[in-house]
């Protein structure tokens, strides 16, 4: 049975710092690209951080380069998504997703993942 469940979501002041981790069972992340998408409120899903398969980079989208990390740990087939400097522009819930086909930075522009687990709830406010 595959399951991927994200958590750490939570409330956060602007300029601090979270970290989101995934956890995966029924498949390894290392065999599958890896991304953490997005989505606010009347707005469109969008990937922000990801981890293809091949030249396993990470990419990262244009809003969030610089201040979010994506990473997994293969021996406890975690993923996290480390989050700074955060603004009121990134509340949004996250969600992880894997998929055993999606290569390179293609991880970024991919919305057809196979897998996806339901999502956390970010925000940033005072």
């Known amino acids: 049975d595959v399951q991927l469940q994200a958590s750490g979501g939570g409330l956060v002041q602007p300029g601090g710092f979270l970290r989101l981790s995934c956890t995966a069972t029924g498949f390894r992340f290392e065999d599958n690209a890896v991304a953490w998408s997005r989505q606010a409120p009347g707005r469109e899903r969008e990937v922000v951080a990801c981890i293809g398969l091949g030249i396993a980079d990470p990419h990262y989208a244009d809003s969030v380069d610089g201040r979010f990390s994506v990473s997994t740990d293969n021996d406890k087939n975690v993923a996290y998504l480390e989050m700074t400097s955060l603004t009121s522009a990134d509340t949004a819930v996250y969600s992880c997703?894997?998929?055993?086909?999606?290569?390179?930075?293609?991880?970024?522009?991919?919305?057809?993942?196979?897998?996806w687990g339901q999502g956390t709830l970010v925000t940033v406010s005072s």
């Open positions: 997703a894997a998929d055993p086909a999606v290569f390179g930075d293609e991880c970024l522009i991919s919305t057809d993942y196979d897998y």
